[in-house]
């Protein structure tokens, strides 16, 4: 079982706090650092100093790390142009030496939209489609030859669709709870699966849901890795989970239900649940305390040691 570190730095972080969660991560031996791609808080926080972009986050941590994956979940596809945001990835993958991951989703937090001036369109599932077929269009073009597209949304026509990943596959994220639409999107595009903040009885019929369309569309099920992103809570004994629990503003009761809270052996057992009930190979861990070290260096040694 991979775990992954997930952080939401739009609730109030720097770069330099994420570039010490960052090394952390790698020194712990987690296997990667993935960040939302938010510019607005949400909840009753701040948000203070201000949001950091995702992809210029991750181009400098690209630099100042060298084992950990880096990616998204999940680059808003509202942000950004899906040639531009192929670039983007190709020139970060580049600089970490091939350890970039794309999450790319619809773009959902209307808010930050208003906020910061950034049209929402309505139909943000079939740009998400386009902008798929796009990115990975444009990565799997032969140097040396051009990529057009011509869609509802976007028009290309001959791009020398450049730079090049360092990698071969740069892997694509997909994620969501959509019942059709979404599987068939992941069917086709995904590398990876991710099921958001659900039940593991949820994941279990999502999970079918996805192996089927991938079968659909003449693809193996098991190409896919399928994974789950989560919030951590971790710790040893009641009074230290009880104390992290409110320096994030949630319930214990609430995140023993919806998470991953408790004693590490309480947190092994349910992980273990995840992956022999609903078949999840990889768990991001949302850490939304990004200044509590002291809870990565925890579930270094007392979940991660056990899960092998």
């Not at 992290?244 to 319930?251: C, K, L, Q, T, V």
């Amino acid at each position: 079982m991979d775990l992954r570190i997930f952080t939401e730095p739009q609730q109030g972080a720097t770069y330099d706090t994420l570039l010490t969660v960052a090394k952390a991560t790698e020194d712990l031996g987690f296997d990667a650092f993935f960040r939302s791609d938010h510019y607005l808080h949400m909840g009753d926080v701040s948000g203070l100093p201000g949001p950091t972009d995702a992809w210029i986050t991750l181009a400098g941590l690209a630099r100042e790390t060298k084992r950990i994956r880096l990616g998204t979940l999940m680059t808003a596809g509202t942000f950004r142009l899906p040639g531009v945001l192929a670039i983007q990835v190709a020139q970060v993958d580049q600089m970490s030496g091939g350890r970039v991951e794309l999450g790319l989703g619809a773009g959902w937090y209307e808010d930050e939209h208003k906020a910061y001036g950034i049209p929402f369109p309505k139909e943000k599932l079939a740009r998400l489609e386009e902008q798929l077929e796009i990115v990975t269009g444009m990565w799997a073009t032969e140097v040396g030859k051009t990529f057009s597209h011509h869609g509802t949304y976007y028009d290309l026509t001959d791009s020398p669709a450049l730079p090049k990943p360092a990698q071969q596959k740069v892997p694509v994220l997909i994620g969501g709870t959509g019942a059709k639409r979404t599987p068939r999107l992941a069917a086709r595009y995904a590398d990876e699966f991710n099921a958001p903040f659900i039940s593991i009885e949820d994941t279990k019929a999502l999970f079918a849901r996805v192996r089927a369309a991938a079968e659909e569309a003449g693809r193996s099920a098991d190409d896919l890795t399928y994974s789950n992103a989560l919030v951590a809570c971790v710790g040893r004994d009641e009074a230290e989970v009880a104390r992290r629990a409110e320096r994030i503003g949630r319930e214990v009761d609430e995140l023993k239900e919806n998470g991953l809270a408790g004693s590490p052996a309480e947190v092994v057992e349910k992980i273990g649940r995840y992956a022999e009930e609903a078949g999840s190979q990889r768990i991001y861990l949302q850490m939304l305390d990004l200044d509590d070290l002291d809870h990565l260096e925890l579930i270094s040694a007392e979940v991660q040691r056990q899960l092998g």
